[in-house]
């Protein structure tokens, strides 16, 4: 197993509970972002069109009145109401999987959003900063924590990873003649289940999380196989290899059922069926484990 990398962020609820989900980043919420001021645009135009048709302001001085009574609303209202009714999301962190949560992991209420909008609205978008002191302090926060989430105590998670099309289990090329010699009998369903669980969202999880859960299941599956694997394997492909077999093995016997019932002889008429081959994702080889 590689080390954990240093640095990676983790919420721990009250009762000590860590949560492992992946912190949002500069990138995510810059896009949340433009998702969210162009629909501020939108509803900006259409609430002033209403509200100077129907009012008909014949001074400058109640048109200006109205226009700020509108903009501030729009500016503060919509992410206000968002996160207070949608459980810390509006409809730009929706579309990217993002929410804000307070910093314990709980869910943001009305005094969280309102100062997160409040900041925003006096401190990070005025004038021409264009937002730029809330990506200054985003870049230098280990939680990518803008001024707004500095001042509420919350954090934006990315709660939803979209889904890598995942693989059946494969046999690395160097743990071929190994996994044959495998007796799988202790690796029981449930056991082979959490470790193809992990393996199929590695990419979902902290390195922390990675490293401690894949060290736990390869010491639960090596306490449950003959014989042990050879030294130097990484973790990750012993749990590859040993999910790999098994599905070998459970094809085999299914086949030889299959073809039995139809009066077939199970050696002549099974196929050869070669182990999986390993084929290294990324310049990684493969998740680590």
Known sequence: M???????????????????????????????GLIDLAIQGCALGGLLVVTFLGVQPEDEALATALFLIVYVSILLGYPVACETFLRGRTLGKMALGLRVVRDDGGPIRFRH?????????????????????????????????????????????????????????????QLVGWAALLDLAGVDDSLALRARGFLARTHQLSDESRERLGTELVREITAVIVPPPPPGAPGWAILSAVLGERTRRAYLRLTSVQQAAHGLDPVRAAPAIPHPVWQPVGSGGGPRG
């Open 113 to 173: 959003a309102l100062t997160r909008g409040l900041i925003g609205v006096v401190c990070e978008r005025p004038g021409l900063l264009l937002g730029l002191p809330a990506i200054i302090c985003m870049v230098v926060s280990s939680r990518s924590k803008r001024l707004g989430d500095v001042f509420a105590g919350t954090v934006v998670l990315q709660v939803k990873v979209p889904r890598v099309a995942g693989a059946p289990p494969t046999i690395p090329p």
């Open 2 to 32: 590689s080390q954990a990398a240093a640095g990676t962020a983790q919420l721990v609820t009250g009762e000590a509970v860590a949560i492992d989900l992946r912190v949002a980043r500069l990138g995510s919420r810059m896009v949340s």
